[in-house]
Nanobody, 115 residues
C-alpha cells in the first residue's frame, strides 16, 4: 500500500508564496517519479511539475519560472515552492507518485489565490 499525505495549501494574495509538501509512505520503490497536478473548478486535472529520483524536473509552461519542485529521496518527500502566485493558480493540488506503471494520488490540498 502507498499513502501520500499533502500539506501546505491555503489562501494567499496575488503575488504571494506558498510551499506544498507531500510525504509518501508504504511500498516505495527506489526508482519513481513524484509530482504535482492541479484541478480547477470545471477544468480537467493538469500537470504542474514532476521530478524523478535523479532530480530531473519538468514544469508546465504556465508555472515555469515561478514554481520550483524539489524532493528529499531519503524521506520520500516532494515539495512545491510556489512564488508570484496568480488567481489562475487557484485549484486543488494533488500529489502524484508514479512507480512501476502504477499511479498513486494524495487527497488534494486547496490553494486559493485571491485578494
Amino acid at each position: 500500500q502507498v499513502q501520500l499525505v499533502e500539506s501546505g495549501g491555503g489562501l494567499v494574495q496575488p503575488g504571494g508564496s506558498l510551499r506544498l509538501s507531500c510525504a509518501a509512505s508504504g511500498s516505495i520503490f527506489s526508482i519513481n517519479k513524484l509530482g504535482w497536478y492541479r484541478q480547477a473548478p470545471g477544468k480537467e486535472r493538469e500537470l504542474v511539475a514532476t521530478t524523478t529520483n535523479f532530480g530531473t524536473p519538468t514544469y508546465a509552461a504556465s508555472v515555469k519560472g515561478r514554481f520550483t519542485i524539489s524532493r528529499e529521496n531519503a524521506k520520500n518527500t516532494v515539495y512545491l515552492q510556489m512564488n508570484s502566485l496568480k488567481p489562475e493558480d487557484t485549484a486543488v493540488y494533488y500529489c502524484n507518485l508514479l512507480q512501476r506503471n502504477n499511479n498513486y494520488w494524495g487527497q488534494g490540498t486547496q490553494v486559493t489565490v485571491s485578494s
